[in-house]
Each structure stands twice: as structure tokens, then as C-alpha cells.
């Protein structure tokens, strides 16, 4: 499956951008989907993430009542609502996709398959 990310941009504090991933060549059929950020000089981190079943989404405590992930099997379509915007928000946002990954590794990068090719979100103070 390819993954294609798309909705960032320059927003001001407070602000609010949806992110959305698109699968193509395949679907999200019993994936586990992630989004991931990295800003710069900083590793890779898991902010957001749901299963299949769409049961039980995980949020990075930074994000938690601010970020809202949700999935469209039937678009294979993934996003991250974004309210509330930081400056500390700004990065790299990516959706990362998997069949095999386990729980306990849910927040490690390279036990996803297929990745996005990240869209860039700058929050302006």
C-alpha cells in the first residue's frame, strides 16, 4: 500500500489544520495507523494512533483533547484533526500504516510498513 499525506501548512497559534492519508495501490484492510511527527533536530515520535477495529485511538499526552485521529475504511482514508495549535506542534507529520505491528512496539517507527511522505506543519506564534 502507498501512503499519501496531505492538509499541512502555516497556521497561527490557535489555529486548526486536518491532516489526511490516503492509501492507493491497496487498502487500509486490517492495518494499524499511525501519525507520527519529528521536528527538527528531534527523533520520530508517535502522537496518535488507531486500529482497524477503530477501538480505543491513542494520544500522545501532548496532543490528548487537542488532536483527534480518525479512519474511513471505506476511503482508506486516515486523518488527524488539529485544534489548539502550539508552536511546539510545528514538524513533520506523518501517517505510517502496519499489519503486523505489536502492541508494545505501537510507538517504534520502524515496526511500520509503509509511511507517508510527511507534509509539513508550522505554527506561528
Known amino acids: 500500500v502507498q501512503l499519501q499525506a496531505s492538509g499541512g501548512g502555516l497556521v497561527q497559534t490557535g489555529g486548526s489544520l486536518r491532516l489526511s492519508c490516503a492509501a492507493s495501490?491497496?487498502?487500509?484492510?486490517?492495518?494499524?495507523l499511525g501519525w507520527f511527527r519529528q521536528a527538527t533536530g528531534k527523533e520520530r515520535e508517535r502522537i496518535a494512533g488507531?486500529?482497524?477495529?477503530?477501538?480505543?485511538?491513542f494520544y500522545q499526552d501532548s496532543v490528548k483533547g487537542r488532536f483527534t485521529i480518525s479512519r474511513d475504511n471505506t476511503k482508506s482514508t486516515l486523518y488527524l484533526q488539529m485544534n489548539s495549535l502550539q508552536p511546539e506542534d510545528t514538524a513533520v507529520y506523518y501517517c505510517?500504516?502496519?499489519?503486523?505491528?505489536?502492541?508494545?512496539?505501537?510507538?517504534?517507527?520502524?515496526?511500520?510498513?509503509?509511511w507517508g511522505q510527511g507534509t509539513l506543519v508550522t505554527v506561528s506564534s
Open positions: 505510517a500504516a502496519s499489519r503486523t505491528v505489536v502492541r508494545s512496539n505501537l510507538g517504534v517507527p520502524s515496526s511500520y510498513d509503509y
Open positions: 488507531i486500529k482497524w477495529t477503530n477501538s480505543n485511538p
Open positions: 495501490a491497496g487498502t487500509f484492510r486490517g492495518y494499524t
